[in-house]
């Protein structure tokens, strides 16, 4: 087995994980491999291989495992319904002064959703203003009825506020520079964009390549301009010390709770169980024990 076949069988791996089986043009995007291959030796690769995978109905998976295309296509139907909610609710939560990016993160991103599932999203606020903004997404998101929060029993629809970051703190550091992460950022559905927020933060972690080398960046949303309200409404903001205000608001009441999530001045994520590194560990050790 060459390279080339490798980082195929590597990629439905990983994928397989995530009970997903992949079509060739998803193979091809989000290839694990060390270096670029062209789409030329990619056709050779799986015209030749050998490799232990099925297909049935355009969709590739590992063998024994056909039937993840049945459960793709019922997530699939699960997840349209899901999107066109999400959509409705973050341009809502778009209109908020200090958000400059929204994007759909996890499951639903890749259309893998199941009708119980909760909705991730990703969000860029301006320079110094990650606390402010997450307290309107909330206080917007539970008026609504959408907000999942720690205590919530029914995740169906539920927004969670997976990760927050500011304009400043685009980059993920060198130890969150993995292939978990990669994938999560290469998957995003970006949904709302103001000023060149996603492409600044898609610049920001060009690492992501040498994991998957072939990834296409999603072009496809709205992109929007800042006016008049927007700036006056963050100087107001400024003026009156509302992000020292949130986030210690926000900070005593989360103080007793927080386990491993990671709480900076400009950068929030909640994740309390830390499934990065539980996939990660089964799929090193799964490519491992294949000689991969």
């Not at 992460?181 to 390549?209: M, R, S, V």
Request: with cysteine; glycine share 4%; charged share 30%.
């Amino acid at each position: 087995m060459d390279s080339r076949e490798k980082a195929i069988l590597k990629t439905l791996l990983y994928s397989d994980f995530f009970n997903y089986p992949l079509k060739k043009e998803e193979i091809y995007k989000f290839l694990i491999s060390d270096k670029k291959i062209t789409r030329r030796d990619f056709q050779k690769a799986f015209r030749k291989t050998k490799m232990p995978i099925g297909m049935r109905k355009g969709f590739f998976f590992l063998t024994e495992r056909k039937e993840l295309v049945t459960k793709r296509e019922r997530k699939e139907k699960a997840s349209l319904k899901k999107l066109k909610k999400a959509r409705k609710i973050v341009m809502l939560l778009s209109l908020l002064p200090t958000v400059k990016f929204i994007g759909i993160s996890g499951a639903l991103a890749m259309k893998n959703s199941d009708e119980n599932d909760d909705i991730d999203i990703f969000v860029i606020s301006k320079k110094g203003f990650v606390w402010t903004t997450r307290l309107l997404l909330i206080s917007i998101l539970s008026l609504l009825g959408v907000y999942r929060n720690r205590k919530s029993k029914d995740y169906s629809d539920k927004i969670c506020l997976n990760m927050i970051i500011d304009e400043t703190r685009l980059k993920f550091i060198k130890n969150n520079q993995d292939l978990y992460t990669a994938h999560e950022i290469g998957q995003l559905l970006p949904i709302f964009d103001k000023e060149g927020a996603y492409e600044a933060f898609i610049k920001a972690n060009l690492w992501i390549k040498n994991f998957m080398p072939n990834i296409l960046i999603n072009k496809n949303y709205s992109k929007k301009k800042e006016n008049i309200l927007g700036r006056l409404s963050t100087l107001l903001f400024r003026m009156l010390f509302l992000e020292k205000i949130t986030k210690f608001l926000q900070l005593s009441y989360m103080k007793n709770h927080i386990t491993k999530e990671v709480v900076e001045d400009n950068f929030l994520k909640f994740h309390p169980f830390d499934y990065k590194t539980y996939i990660l560990k089964k799929y090193n050790k799964k490519t491992a024990s294949l000689g991969l």
